[in-house]
C-alpha cells in the first residue's frame, strides 16, 4: 500500500513538472513569435491581415519570406522560421489568371510569386461543388498579379475569371495537402 501511495505522488509530481515545463516552453516560444512579428511591423495583426499584408504588394519586408500552405502560413528570415496556424474553417487560394506567361506553383509565396495581369479588374466566380455561388464579384489583381481570397475549408470549387473578353476556368480543392496557389488559368 505504501508504494502504490508513493508510487501515485511520484505520478502527480511528475506530471505538474510536465505541464509546468510545457507552459514555459510556450510562453518562451510566444515571446519569440511576437518579437519576430514586431519585427517585420506585424504584430498585432491577425493571420489573414498578415497575409493580406504581404501578399498585395511586391516590396520585401528587409528580408522576410513568406509562404501559405493549406494549414500554415509560413514567416523566415535568415535566422528564423515561424509558422502561424491558419483559421481551422478558413483556407487561402491565391490565383493569378494570365494571357501569355505564367509560373508552375502549389504552394504560394507571398512575397515572390509573380503574375502576369498587374492592378488589373476581373470577375471572379467560385462556386462549390454543388454549384453554390461563394463568391461572385468584381475584384482586382493585386501588384503581384494575383487574387487572394479566403474560402470555406473542405470542398471541391470551380473558379471562373473574366477579363475583358476573356474567359479561364479550372477546378480545385480547399483540403488539407491542397494547393494554394493556382497559375493554371489560361484566359481566352
Not at 500554415?72 to 487560394?93: C, G, M, T
Not at 504552394?107 to 503574375?115: A, I, P, R, V
Not at 467560385?126 to 461572385?136: A, M, P, R, Y
Request: hydrophobic share 35%.
Amino acid at each position: 500500500m505504501k508504494k502504490s501511495r508513493s508510487l501515485l505522488i511520484f505520478i502527480i509530481i511528475a506530471a505538474f513538472a510536465i505541464t509546468l515545463g510545457a507552459i514555459q516552453i510556450n510562453k518562451s516560444s510566444n515571446k519569440t513569435e511576437a518579437a519576430f512579428l514586431e519585427k517585420y511591423g506585424l504584430n498585432g495583426l491577425s493571420v489573414e491581415e498578415i497575409v493580406y499584408s504581404l501578399d498585395s504588394t511586391k516590396s520585401d519586408p528587409g528580408g522576410l519570406t513568406s509562404s501559405i500552405t493549406s494549414e500554415y502560413l509560413v514567416l523566415r528570415d535568415n535566422s528564423e522560421e515561424i509558422k502561424l496556424a491558419l483559421p481551422k474553417d478558413k483556407f487561402y487560394l491565391s490565383f493569378a489568371p494570365y494571357i501569355t506567361q505564367t509560373h508552375p506553383c502549389g504552394t504560394h509565396s507571398l512575397t515572390s510569386c509573380q503574375g502576369e495581369l498587374v492592378n488589373q479588374t476581373v470577375n471572379v466566380m467560385i462556386t462549390d461543388g454543388k454549384g453554390n455561388v461563394i463568391i461572385n464579384s468584381d475584384m482586382t489583381t493585386m501588384e503581384n498579379g494575383f487574387v487572394g481570397v479566403w474560402l470555406p475549408r473542405n470542398m471541391n470549387a470551380t473558379v471562373e475569371v473574366l477579363y475583358n473578353d476573356l474567359t479561364a476556368q479550372t477546378s480545385f480543392t480547399t483540403f488539407s495537402e491542397s494547393n494554394t496557389c493556382l497559375t493554371t488559368l489560361p484566359l481566352s
